[in-house]
């Protein structure tokens, strides 16, 4: 029997409730494969700094440091947000935890949902054959340059990017191109920014070491439109830290709701697993927010542990549960099921 | 009779077709009111490189300088686009009017029009009562902060903003809120920028003087999918340059066609009015362009040079050329009219 130890980070708002229910889908794998899942808890976010003061406490580095995966629900609270004085904020630990674990690949699947596809707002005839995947650089950038205020009246927050940083990522989602349908898109801003220009530089060098895989480039404010007008035309979409946080979320609209968006950070270190969703917190302690955003990124963890059975398990029961209308309200607005009913069943299909 | 010196400004692409359409218009308002408008041409843009080297010649700005208004249609070409050495590019002309002309505030209404919701890719019912103006921020931000590499592999873009910068275009945003439903959104990303804490920071001091708007504010992730969720939730949507860029081009997905979106920038100088979409190469030089977003931003220009009762005679030809099916393919696939026909149809029904 294999053991995996998993550092589980439920930080604000829903995510201690959706991570329960990603563990008990957990449970559920265990039982049917030879596998066994060792948790450990750590603090991020508002709790962190309720608790110690910090947004990402070191113990809590140090448990994700020695894991084989970490799953995070999700970071943020209201009571932080416009508050333009405040020292410390919960958002500090996510951007924290994915420096430490040297976290600089995001990696976001983008597709729709047939039982979706009523209450999206896009209309069906643009989502047909809608399947790609955004890689979002997610140490670098705006993210992370020097930033800081001088005086009371100016502020500034640089943006930069190293050659080195952008290979590495660059090579993840030309790999990732290769096994899905050789298509590339950069999404830049080449016409004004130099460190836009600089990734462009980049990937039409390595483009030469994939040749199978045919390279796109779009302006953002372009890729912001093509989205919606005609997202069938992408496969992998590669882009930095503050654009992909831009467009990736605009993708999400794609599937009809937020609570099914799951995603993976990988790089140097341990990989983590988040849902894509915020911390929610209108809906925290209700048991009505969806799970299968978190149950979904737990997928990709297994394909990650190297469980793809079990993924893929974990993906037919999640898929089995929305079709038969057995979803939380923000999926099924007449017959609603709470967040623990909906991880019950999922767990169940297993 | 009263004289209005334009300078126009063609630039690359269609802009020449649809700036001539435009200047049509201009003639049948000359027609019906007491006013002359007296034209100075300029260059700019792609064209502007091949003709002199520069992409905006200084004889371009001083006619623009002393103007009453500016029209230019648009610049950009692909021969610049994917050229990472090209040391002079179109959009630097872009770029630099705006600076030399202190156009610090881009203006771009959206809304819908009823001949195209059927084929706006977002369903019908999300685009009820639509109707928004999105104030850019045009001249400052990581658009102008020192840029450059060092060496071969490292590039940066600086992103500053000062309270002054930020302060008056939010009194032009506030301004507009108290005309028209008294609610302002501010786009930003304060939970990770600096810059983004600084327009908060300003923003709701500056609310306290106007009392009857109600000020949101939202991240910038957020706000590109409540953009498309909920658009009917937005009045005036206030941004620093770059997220301006993203989510202007993502909301004019509401209209159905990039061919149908006005802008005006304003500042210290000349006013100068554009269409939203670009230079479209692919259709320049066939006659096939859709002239309307250029016709509808020298509504928005007669509007500024204090002839209303022609800005609305200008509004309602184009609602009425649209309404009776009188438009260019983008807007009518099945009976497309030229780009020239439907400049004469809007000339004529003025
Ligand atoms: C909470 C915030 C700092 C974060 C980001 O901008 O990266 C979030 O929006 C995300 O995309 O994970
Ligand atoms: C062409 C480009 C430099 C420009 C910008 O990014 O401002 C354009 O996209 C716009 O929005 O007017």
């Known amino acids: 029997k294999s053991t995996k130890n998993i550092t589980v980070l439920p930080g604000d708002g829903i995510g201690p409730e959706i991570v329960s229910e990603a563990q008990k889908v957990l449970a559920a794998v265990a039982g049917k494969y030879d596998v066994e899942f060792n948790y450990t808890e750590g603090l ?13 406490p070191e113990d809590t580095i140090a448990a994700c440091q020695s894991a084989d995966a970490v799953i995070l629900g999700a970071v943020g609270d209201p009571r932080f947000d416009n508050d333009p004085k405040a020292k410390v904020r919960p958002e500090q630990g996510l951007l924290a935890i994915r420096k430490a674990l040297g976290l600089f690949c995001n990696i976001r699947p983008i597709r729709t949902f047939d039982a979706l596809l009523d209450q999206a707002p896009i209309k069906a005839d643009r989502l047909q054959g809608v399947d790609f ?15 800081g205020t001088i005086g009371e009246d100016k502020a500034f927050d640089n943006c ?3 050659r080195s940083e952008i290979e590495r990522i660059a090579h993840l989602a030309f790999e990732a191109a290769t096994k899905r349908c050789n298509k590339l898109t950069l999404v830049d801003k080449a016409n004004v920014l130099e460190t836009s220009r600089l990734w462009r530089k980049v990937v039409q060098e390595l483009s030469a070491q994939y040749p199978s895989v045919e390279v796109d480039y779009l302006f953002v404010d372009n890729a912001a439109m093509q989205v919606i007008l005609n997202p069938a035309q992408f496969d992998v979409v590669l882009t930095e830290n503050m654009f992909g946080d831009i467009i990736s979320d605009e993708a999400s609209i794609i599937s009809g709701s937020l609570g099914m968006l799951p995603s993976a950070s990988v790089g140097t270190g341990s990989s983590l697993f ?47 549960a929305l ?4 979803a939380t309200i923000d999926v099924n607005k007449d017959e609603p099921q709470s967040t623990s009913a909906v991880g019950d069943r999922i767990a169940d299909l297993i």
Request: glycine share 10%.
């Open 133 to 147: 995947v955004i890689y979002r650089e997610l140490t670098g950038g705006i993210y992370f340059g020097e930033k």
């Open 274 to 320: 988040e849902p894509i969703h915020g911390s929610y917190p209108q809906a925290a302690g209700k048991n009505i927010a969806n799970p299968m955003a978190t149950i979904l990124s737990v997928a990709m963890m297994l394909d990650h542990l190297d469980l793809p059975e079990a993924a893929k398990d974990v993906r037919k029961a999640v898929d089995d």
């Open 160 to 162: 930069v990017y190293e």
């Open 323 to 326: 079709n038969s209308g057995f």
């Open 44 to 56: 991020i976010g508002a709790v962190a700094i309720d608790a110690t003061g910090s947004a990402l």
